[in-house]
Each structure stands twice: as C-alpha cells, then as structure tokens.
C-alpha cells in the first residue's frame, strides 16, 4: 500500500522559512513523479511544485518561482519542499501527492493518485 507521509509544517514570520518533506513508501517511485499542492481556508487546492523521480526535473507555481525549491533524497525515498522568504499567502495546507505519469509534471490535482495527509503552514505577518 502506498503511504505518503508529509512532515516540517508549523508557523513562521514572514519573511522566514520552513523545510517540508515528504516520505515515500510502498512501492517503487523511480518511474512516478512528486508533486507539492496546497489549499487556503475557502480557496481550492493549487499546484505548488512538482519533481520528476527518474530525472529530477522540476517545475513551480509563478507564485513561488524563486522562493520555493523542491528536491528529493532518492536513498530515503523522501521528497522536500525548501520555502524561503515565506509570505502570509504562503498559509495553507501543504499536500504531497505522486502520479504514475512519469517523465511530466502535471498541473492538475485528479491526475494525482497518491495522496498525504497534509501539514498545515502559517505564516504571520
């Protein structure tokens, strides 16, 4: 069975950052591909960042081009999303998901089979 299971969330200043990772277990990953979502009190949930197992390719939000960096520890099977320079509308809860669409980096959130449990980020202004 597939778990995911998301760790590193908690409450920050603006301005200030926070690391979240993301463990991987029950199945091979080489061939699937990671993704960060997160969703707002009353907004839905967005794409944040997203990495390619086999060859570490990337892709981010605008909203988070420069600031947000996603990595991964293929030995640990274990995904990280470094946030830098957090801003209030950072604030929200933090998914990690993986697909089966190896090679691409989808934008949508039903393309997404695997799912965490979610870790809530706050950032105070």
């Known amino acids: 069975q597939v778990q995911l299971v998301e760790s590193g969330g908690g409450l920050v200043q603006a301005g200030g950052s926070l690391r979240l990772s993301c463990a991987a277990s029950?199945?091979?990953?080489?061939?699937?591909?990671m993704a960060w979502f997160r969703q707002a009190p009353g907004k839905e949930r967005e794409f944040v960042a997203g990495i390619t197992w086999s060859r570490g390719n990337t892709d981010y939000a605008d909203s988070v081009k420069g600031r947000f960096t996603t990595f991964k520890d293929n030995a640990k099977a274990t995904v990280f999303l470094q946030m830098n320079s957090l801003k209030p509308e950072d604030t929200g809860v933090y998914y990690c998901?993986?697909?089966?669409?190896?090679?691409?980096?989808?934008?949508?959130?039903?393309?997404?089979?695997?799912w965490g449990q979610g870790t809530q980020v706050t950032v105070s202004s």
């Open positions: 998901a993986a697909t089966i669409r190896g090679g691409v980096i989808p934008l949508g959130q039903q393309l997404y089979a695997y």
């Open positions: 029950g199945r091979s990953f080489s061939s699937h591909t």
